[in-house]
């Protein structure tokens, strides 16, 4: 029997909770990766996963089988890694998620000029505002602007995200520059949902570092950072988003930045977030500290001292 084989099997399948799931990851059928299963309790004389028609769960000796099995299988991963990228450089298949207008601004021309480096290595981006299902989504690296949500993941801190108050010429025009924190809520305020938990109220910085609160109101609001930025442009109100999302658009005068007198704006944490604190694969380690040495202030980001991972 290939224990080791029958071993990433059985881990599989819990993680997924289903054997179907864990056979299209093998390319391989349903009843094979049961019977491997099968074959791994029989020489342990023990059961490993509780069986029902609607999935498989964990017994108590499949609880601690697998505490035990998933650090050895990522170090024989690390061990092989190490060795070939040796000779050979990164190289393999590195999973990433971030939020759209981060991954086309910012994370994008990183991740292009690090595969010129590392042709070995196919780096696979999706794009989303919600924090995805690591082990079903097969992700390594997340990117999360603000509190992390997912406890379950690790998360080192990267950079630092500060935000713009902004306007098209159009609307300040026709509308003013707001004087004052409390003049917003006479202004119409475009909200993006992605970057706020409440959708009536922006978080501002006193002169003190204190968070203070403003209500607001506007006609239109998105979850997409992308469509709130166009909306602004057209000259339709007042955004408060990531510098990073409206670089070129502030450069090309087709928005203009907002200073009140009586706050500054936020600035939130950038985490790199990753499933696992002990056995972190090379290919993660390399590309975050390839991010961390060249995320510039030209892409609206500001950098932090970075422990290693």
Request: glycine share 8%; aromatic share 8%; hydrophobic share 40%.
């Amino acid at each position: 029997m290939d224990k080791l084989g029958h071993m990433r099997t059985f881990v599989t399948v819990a993680k997924l909770g289903s054997f179907s799931l864990a056979a299209k990851e093998f390319n391989v059928t349903p009843g094979m990766m049961s019977k491997q299963v099968k074959q791994l309790e029989d020489s342990l004389d023990v059961r490993l996963l509780n069986r029902t028609t609607r999935g498989v769960s964990l017994t108590h000796a499949g609880e601690i089988y697998i505490e035990k099995a998933v650090p050895i299988l990522q170090s024989i991963e690390d061990i092989e890694g190490a060795v070939v990228e040796l000779s050979t450089g990164a190289k393999g298949i590195l999973r990433i998620s971030c939020p759209p207008s981060f991954g086309r601004t910012v994370l994008t021309p990183i991740i292009s000029t690090f595969i010129l480096e590392n042709p070995r290595l196919r780096i696979e981006l999706g794009l989303q505002n919600d924090e995805p299902n690591v082990v079903a989504s097969r992700l390594d690296l997340l990117f999360r602007l603000g509190r992390m949500r997912d406890s379950s993941l690790v998360g080192k801190q990267v950079a630092t995200a500060p935000f713009v108050l902004c306007a098209s010429p159009r609307y300040i025009k026709q509308a003013g520059v707001p004087r004052n924190l409390e003049d917003l809520s006479g202004h119409n305020c475009v909200v993006d949902g992605s970057m706020q938990e409440e959708a009536d109220s922006w978080e501002f910085l006193d002169s003190q570092r204190s968070v203070i609160s403003q209500s607001v109101a506007g006609n239109f609001f998105s979850f997409n950072t992308g469509a709130v930025v166009q909306a602004v442009i057209q000259g339709l109100g007042i955004a408060y988003v990531p510098r990073y999302a409206v670089v070129e658009e502030l450069f090309a005068r087709k928005l203009v930045e907002i200073n009140l007198p009586d706050c500054k704006p936020k600035v939130e944490p950038l985490y790199a977030l990753y499933a696992s604190r002990q056995h972190i694969a090379v290919k993660i380690k390399d590309f975050v500290s390839y991010f961390t040495s060249n995320m510039g202030t030209e892409n609206g980001m500001l950098g932090v001292i970075v422990p290693s991972l």
